[in-house]
């Protein structure tokens, strides 16, 4: 069973004192490819090093977070600009608003979250977005930035049917994770109305572990409960589960 990770954070600090097995880990549960999003200049070097080590397994994604759009943000965008000139990606990501942390920085969010949308668009790659209680903002922009040249996945979706399926009619495919074993998770009431074709899989590894490793640092191999409770909610095989996503990821990223 070939099993897509379209999310994790494999560089971060968490996995310190056990990268390699938590790697070793997540191959051995037949998840072979992790596509990796970026934060901000401060991990670039540090995705590099990943990829290098699994250059078979291992795609990145170039983009600024938008919680880490702070004074400097320009100086990060023109970071963002400069990478994408010297090589290819697989995605521009994660990118988006974030009102839970901060909303005083939602102009330069916006801001922010616009301009890379027309570096995706220049570059031809999908985007990956991040919504933390701002679906109506995101969806202003994206709104206005239709196009079929803007397609790319709707990170951690957590939004009602309605913006489900508002995500999904511009080109977006819904990547779900933990949140999808939670009780109080809520999308597990309405998944099943969404055809499989636009889900993609994910971890968000080291946030949001499903349970039952809820409230506990997450890694890639643990995307075998989402598998589980996906084929439980679609009454498919988990191998089934694993091939149409893993081929939905395809369709994305394109790889």
């Not at 070097?45 to 990829?51: C, G, R």
């Not at 994408?84 to 801001?111: C, V």
């Not at 709104?143 to 790319?152: F, M, N, T």
């Not at 819904?174 to 055809?195: E, R, S, Y």
Request: hydrophobic share 40%.
């Amino acid at each position: 069973m070939l099993i897509t990770d379209t999310h994790s954070h494999i560089y971060s600090e968490e996995f310190a004192d056990d990268r390699d097995a938590m790697m070793q880990r997540a191959f051995d549960a037949g998840v072979k490819r992790i596509f990796v999003p970026s934060i901000d200049s401060s991990y670039t070097e540090k995705m590099y090093a990943m990829e290098a080590q699994y250059p078979e397994s291992v795609f990145l994604m170039m983009g600024l977070h938008p919680t880490y759009v702070k004074e400097n943000y320009e100086d990060e965008l023109r970071h963002v600009e400069t990478e994408l000139s010297k090589r290819k990606f697989a995605a521009i990501g994660e990118i988006g608003i974030d009102l839970y942390w901060d909303k005083t920085t939602l102009p330069q969010q916006q801001n922010a979250f616009r301009r890379q949308i027309q570096l995706a668009k220049q570059y031809k790659l999908p985007i990956n977005i991040h919504c933390r209680e701002a679906f109506d903002e995101i969806f202003e922009i994206l709104d206005a930035e239709k196009s079929p040249e803007l397609w790319g996945i709707f990170h951690c979706f957590a939004g009602n049917y309605e913006q489900a399926l508002h995500a999904i009619s511009l080109n977006m495919k819904l990547g779900i994770g933990g949140v999808a074993t939670f009780k109080n998770g809520k999308i597990d009431q309405f998944l099943n109305q969404i055809d499989l074709k636009n889900i993609v899989l994910e971890t968000d590894s080291p946030y949001l572990a499903p349970v039952p490793f809820r409230g506990k640092r997450n890694e890639s191999s643990y995307i075998v409960k989402v598998v589980s409770k996906l084929s439980e909610i679609y009454g498919l095989p988990e191998s089934e589960i694993a091939r149409i996503t893993t081929e939905n990821s395809r369709a994305v990223f394109g790889i």
